[in-house]
């Protein structure tokens, strides 16, 4: 459970009277906020003369975000990932999130503005309101992240196929924060809607990053020389020799010409398999390179040469007549 201050379930803020002469990490915290921008998603409400009063409403009561689930989930994410009996979480009604986000949007709004005039004059008053302003700005948003957590696991079991794509849960977590920092109430959809989105490009980004080196990478090198190993029992047939050999010849032309409509990561398979152009791995290693399982590895693989197998039948028919 997330412990979070009163004054986020409705009483107002500590004002900032109540903090003491600032303390010298407090200054050097003061210099570390004013160093970075704020970023400030504006709304009409903020300009209201009450505007403080209104956001941060006492009668308002929010829910408080329960993340108890989310550490036993990623434990066992290999075995139920998603598992709707594991992903749980009290969730934001439509009026609560809107509250939340007018909340933090406001306080780093008002951020904003301190950030502005301390750096033109200084002083401890305006310093300790912009201390106070930041973290109840860092609060808001750790609670808005938490409310909506299980998003990620959720994005990545129904919108992602990809057999790693639990080790991107930290892609899916960046990205939500990102959604959360830019989300903008005043739009009129929903937050979940907007964050789904964000977070399965944040996720497929990196994926397809990932995969595009490793299928560019897979296709450098020499042209292949063989695709199988040859028959011992027909070694010293002559006849037998002389056909492998032509065989060998038109397979690697087909490798190389790719006529027989390989995709770029069968060849790759084929290539790293059979050691064409480089030395030969294990399906272990090949599945480790592409993010694959061995098995799916084994299927590409014979996908590929049922390809290339009906390319020389084709072209041998074709032949004859």
Known sequence: ????????????APSTNQRHTLTDDDRAKVTSILSRKVKVIDHAAFRKPDAEARVFDASVMLPIPDVSWYLPWLNARDRIAGSESVVRGVTLSAEHE??????????????????????EEP??????????WHDRAIELRNTLICFNLALVPHVLTESIRHPDKYGFIGDGNLALIRAVLNYDVSKGCRFYRYAFRCIRKGVLRPLLRIQKSREENATDGPD????????RAK??????????????????????????GLTRR????????????????????????????????????????????RYLEDTRVSAMN
Request: aromatic share 4%; with cysteine.
């Open 1 to 12: 459970m997330l412990n979070t201050p009163p004054h986020l379930l409705g009483a107002q």
């Open 98 to 119: 809107v509250a939340y986000f007018l909340r933090f949007n406001y306080a780093r709004h008002r951020l904003a503005q301190l950030h502005g005039t301390l750096r």
């Open 123 to 132: 002083d401890d008053e305006r310093s300790a309101a912009l201390l106070d």
């Open 224 to 231: 292949p020389v063989c695709l199988d190993a040859p028959d």
């Open 235 to 260: 070694a010293n047939d002559p006849s037998e020799t002389a056909s492998e050999a032509e065989t060998m010849v038109r397979l690697q032309k087909a490798v190389r010409t790719n006529v027989a």
């Open 266 to 309: 069968e060849r790759a398979v084929v290539r790293r398999s059979y050691g064409i152009g480089r030395d030969g791995q294990t399906l272990e290693a090949i599945g480790s390179r592409f993010g694959l399982t061995k098995q799916r590895v084994q299927q590409i693989r014979a996908g590929a040469l049922a390809k290339l197998r």
